[in-house]
């Protein structure tokens, strides 16, 4: 192996990820569901999951009927109405956030339209543990255009 291969192998090893790498389950708080809402700014509808940004407004408030919200049945064992009640604001107040989808396969189970930047919507997802890092949520439940999506799973 050449002298100029070797550094470019350890200098790709080393290199910091991005804010767009990929998280297993085991970094999100799965104890607090997590409510954000906004408007999105850019997304990557790819595998291993659609994922977007979602510029969140500076007033956000937890809406008052979020608990009585009808959620769709999944094929995972998912209680969504208690979720819903559960979930609460960010701690930390970013105004952007990453969101992680499900897979397109999934996406397209649920028939998720591909969302466009400008589109309003809101997630109830959970992020990483603490809320360190970067502020990313993964996606249980999606809410667009007067639709629930649960993405844990595909539709019952």
């Known amino acids: 192996m050449s002298l100029h291969r070797r550094h470019l192998l350890v200098a790709a090893a080393t290199m910091p990820l991005g804010a767009h790498a990929h998280h297993g ?3 999100f708080d799965a104890d607090r569901p997590i409510y954000l809402e906004g408007t999105v700014r850019s997304v990557r509808w790819q595998n291993p999951h659609a994922e977007l940004q ?5 007033g956000l408030a937890l809406p ?3 608990a009585q919200r009808a959620v769709p049945a999944q094929t995972a064992p998912v209680d969504g109405k208690a979720l819903l009640a559960k979930a609460v604001l960010p701690r930390r ?4 956030w990453e969101i992680e989808l499900a897979p397109l396969t999934r996406m397209q189970a649920w028939q998720v339209q591909e969302i466009k930047p400008g589109t309003a919507l809101s997630v109830v997802g959970f992020t990483l543990r603490d809320e360190k890092g970067d502020a990313v949520l993964r996606a249980e439940y999606l809410f667009v255009d007067g ?3 649960g993405l844990r799973s595909g539709p019952a």
């Open 64 to 66: 008052t009927d979020l």
């Open 25 to 27: 389950w085991s970094s």
């Open 54 to 58: 979602l510029d969140v407004p500076a």
């Open 93 to 96: 107040k970013d105004r952007q």
């Open 147 to 149: 639709k629930a999506y």
